[in-house]
């Protein structure tokens, strides 16, 4: 499921709405507490309303719990088809499109859950979650790795760790993302890292560095200072 898709659905919902169609009325009848025939110039239904209309229709109590819920089919069928690690570094890290501040934690959490060892797998992984012992050993058995770049978007350790939903949301986890960002310049990464974002409605690029993740995304200033 794409939830692009069902965004699309909902603004087309609303403009029905706006247009008077019966059909759409009916919908918002069946699936939402106002009542279609409060529809007047003064009072116009908005896209929220829409949109809960359109997550009732799924299944869902209200918007945030149907995005949830798309959120975790998408990691469940990526893990399922990519492997575990692939669904993870996506689910941890920030959207490459769109708003890099929104998500939570939910699908990437619930992963681990099901696949306690994540964390082991790889350097990214370990990076992504700010765990700096195992950031750590990966480098001490292969100094390479601090610069090599893998997993689902093709960057180094650094920058998964630089654009990470965990950095961004979970403070408690901050030292230790400190730590292994440190560990990581200490072996050679690059702090001038970063990845191109192509899809940006312009005819040009733009360069997401590790710092704008560090102090754009996630607001850490510790980790800024660092690099």
């Known amino acids: 499921p794409d939830i692009e898709q069902y965004k699309k659905q909902a603004k087309d919902l609303l403009k029905q709405l706006r247009e008077g169609d019966p059909a759409s009325l009916d919908r918002v009848s069946a699936a939402h507490p106002k009542s279609s025939s409060g529809v007047s110039r003064e009072n116009r239904f908005t896209l929220a309303d ?3 209309v359109i997550a ?3 299944g869902q109590p209200t918007w945030p719990d149907f995005i949830h819920e798309i959120a975790r089919i998408t990691s469940q069928r990526l893990a399922e088809s990519k492997g575990a690690d692939y669904a993870f570094l996506i689910a941890a890290s920030v959207p490459r499109e769109g708003w890099h501040a929104s998500g939570d934690l939910t699908p990437a959490n619930q992963l681990l859950q099901q696949y306690p060892n994540l964390a082991e797998q790889n350097i990214y992984s370990s990076a992504v979650l700010g765990h700096a012992h195992v950031v750590k050993r990966f480098l001490s058995n292969d100094s390479k790795l601090a ?15 630089c654009f990470s939903r965990y ?4 403070k408690q986890r901050s030292d230790d993302f400190v730590a292994a960002a440190r560990a990581l310049l200490d072996a ?5 890292t970063g990845w191109w974002e192509e899809n940006t ?3 040009r690029a733009f ?3 590790a710092i704008y993740g560090a102090a754009g995304v996630a607001q850490h200033a510790e980790l800024t200072k660092l690099l």
Not at 147 to 161: C, F, I, N, R
């Open 201 to 203: 409605g312009e005819e």
């Open 207 to 209: 360069w997401e560095s």
């Open 188 to 192: 050679g990464a690059s702090p001038n």
């Open 147 to 161: 610069t090599s770049e893998g997993g689902p978007y093709g960057w180094d350790a650094l920058t998964y760790l």
């Open 56 to 58: 009732r229709e799924y």
């Open 50 to 52: 829409a949109q809960l």
């Open 167 to 170: 950095l961004r949301i979970d």
